[in-house]
């Protein structure tokens, strides 16, 4: 009979470094897919285009990432975590460097599309990389350290960016960026496991299952449940990151100034509460319950948003305590789709849950834009509030299929 120490699997030796190094890469990831959107007032000028032209340069970079994201989660397992995310990061890097040479409109797409490329290897990648180096008593604290630095990445993109372009110009600010990335990268080229961690990986299970039926197992119910998870998350995601500011201008009275507050309460409270997300997880093998619940308190606090009118203060305190309650959700949320994944395809199912962000990046943008064309503010919140109430229902449906199983 198994003994609980022969069960438990054991700690890598350098998991700090490959903890640091995966969630370094996953910071540049977002500070990525901040940097044009975050431009936009400037880039008018810079390219001589419409916001439509540049809104549409954000749709390739979302439907590359989209198309992309399970076959690299295949090359992930196959070929190894590390090196696909060195991979990724140097071909970022050239795509937003090549921005500050080049200034045609074909140029802009075509360095958008090979970002979204790039882009679809850090979920994958950066999760297996992990996985095959921590033992289950951390795992859910290392899943939270490693989104808590890419919140962050989030969270500095915008002052970082401003400060850059005001100081510097544009040119620098997309140069910068590219740098970020490449260092990053140069960074994963050393310490320990920088060999192909694919091959010093240990398996959970009894020998490995053939691999036909390994690349069937992936798609599985739960895997296919929390893939629509993440839609729903990615576009409550896209209605509070990118349309609560303009929703906040045109239908609460409040200043630009008050709204990019509020929002930025948000994303670091978010930060935060991934950490705290962490702690829980790994105290819990309810993950489903962490998240409904969590879930459950934020959709009551967007429809207070939704349906009320509230000073500026108390606006940005309800966004606060709502980012931080979304940021505890995802820990337990990643802790869900390690339990769907098949023995060694963490980097394919992480793959296939991380086309709904994708989806929800496609998606999003046109219906809560919608929302604001025909001048319904508040129906931003309202729509937040709706999805978040199906991830509600769906994360207990998850918790329900893992005990069922």
């Known amino acids: ?145 490693f989104t808590f630095v890419g919140f962050l990445g989030t969270a500095v993109a915008p002052g970082i960016l401003y400060w850059i372009v005001v100081a510097a110009g544009i040119e620098f600010a997309f140069l910068a960026s590219g740098v970020l990335g490449a260092a990053v990268a140069l960074f994963l080229s ?31 119910p739960a895997v296919g449940l929390m893939t629509v998870l993440f839609l729903l998350l990615s576009l409550s995601n896209v209605g509070i990151h990118n349309f609560s500011v303009t929703a906040f201008t045109m239908g609460y009275d409040l200043d630009i100034g008050t709204g990019n507050w509020a929002l930025t309460g948000f994303l670091f409270a978010s930060a935060f509460g991934v950490l705290a997300g962490g702690i829980l997880a790994d105290r819990t093998a309810r993950h489903g319950y962490i998240a409904s619940g969590a879930l459950f308190i934020t959709a009551l606090l967007t429809a207070l948003l939704a349906g009320t ?48 962000f994708n989806a929800g990046g496609v998606v999003g943008p046109i219906l809560f834009g919608a929302l604001l064309d025909n001048n319904q503010p508040h129906l931003v919140f309202v729509l937040v509030t709706i999805l978040i109430l199906f991830a509600v229902a769906l994360s207990f449906g998850q918790e329900f299929l893992r005990r069922v199983n």
């Open 190 to 220: 050393f310490g320990p496991g920088a060999v192909t961690d694919c091959a010093e990986r240990a398996p959970r299970g009894h020998g490995p299952s053939p691999s036909l039926k390994a690349a069937r197992s992936v798609f599985n």
């Open 1 to 145: 009979m198994t003994t609980l120490a022969a069960e438990k699997p054991k700690r890598k030796p350098g998991f700090g470094m490959v903890l640091t190094q995966a969630s370094a890469a996953h910071a540049v990831s977002h500070f990525h897919i901040m940097t044009v959107p975050v431009l936009i007032p400037f880039l008018p000028d810079r390219f001589g285009l419409s916001f439509v032209e540049i809104g549409l340069s954000i749709t390739v970079f979302s439907l590359v990432s989209l198309v992309v994201h399970i076959p690299i989660g295949f090359m992930t397992d196959r070929f190894g975590a590390r090196p696909m995310l060195i991979a990724g990061l140097l071909l970022g890097s050239l795509s937003f460097a090549s921005l500050s040479w080049f200034h045609t409109y074909g140029w802009l797409l075509a360095a958008m599309a090979a970002a979204g490329l790039a882009n679809g290897v850090y979920h994958p990648a950066g999760y297996s990389l992990i996985a095959g180096h921590v033992d289950g008593s951390k795992v859910g604290r290392a899943f939270s350290i």
């Open 309 to 356: 009118s509230f000073p500026g203060a108390v606006i940005c305190a309800i966004m606060v305590v709502a980012g931080f309650l979304f940021g505890i959700i995802a820990p337990s949320r990643d802790m869900l789709v390690r339990a769907a994944a098949p023995i060694n395809a963490e980097g394919r199912v992480f793959a296939i849950v991380s086309t709904g």
